[in-house]
């Protein structure tokens, strides 16, 4: 007789925000105008204090402009397994680029590299993040949902 897996069930709350605080990469979904999803990996921190997830990017990018356009966006970071995962839902908001080396956009960029890509040179960091006109985007989360394997979450 073969002992079927169980179901995947729903994640509480808190297991998701465990869950985007064990991770550093997601997909970042973005309302393109024709209407269809646009997908893109991206390096995030999570804040579950303030429901907050930042990101920061270029401000040439794809995902700045649907966003400045449509700020409704989602994340999605996978768990364990193939069946968990959790995604976080809300409205994104996009700073202006980082404009002087050290300003407030500069060290959130900072913070939210930090743990991934610690920068040996901060100084050096934050003039690269103002050359690449680089900027941040919140994701104010209204809504999570996932799943996991097994017992328990």
């Known amino acids: 007789m073969t002992q079927q897996a169980p179901p995947p069930r729903s994640l509480s709350d808190g297991a998701l925000s465990e869950l985007l605080a064990a991770q550093r990469f997601g997909t970042l979904a973005t309302v393109k105008r024709s209407g269809h999803p646009h997908l893109t990996t991206m390096l995030y921190a999570w804040d579950p204090g303030e429901r907050i997830v930042r990101f920061f990017t270029t401000a040439d990018r794809a995902k700045v ?27 994104a908001e996009v700073s ?51 799943t996991a394997l097994g017992s328990g979450g």
């Open 65 to 91: 402009k649907h966003l400045r356009r449509d700020p409704r966006a989602a994340l999605h970071v996978p768990g364990g397994d193939v069946w968990s995962f959790a995604v976080a839902e809300g409205e």
């Open 96 to 146: 202006e680029p980082t404009a002087a080396p050290g300003d407030a956009v500069g060290r959130e960029i900072l913070e939210v590299a930090r743990g991934f890509d610690a920068p040996e040179d901060e100084q050096a960091f934050l003039e690269r993040m103002v050359a690449e006109r680089r900027l941040v985007v919140r994701l104010k989360v209204d809504r999570l949902y996932g």
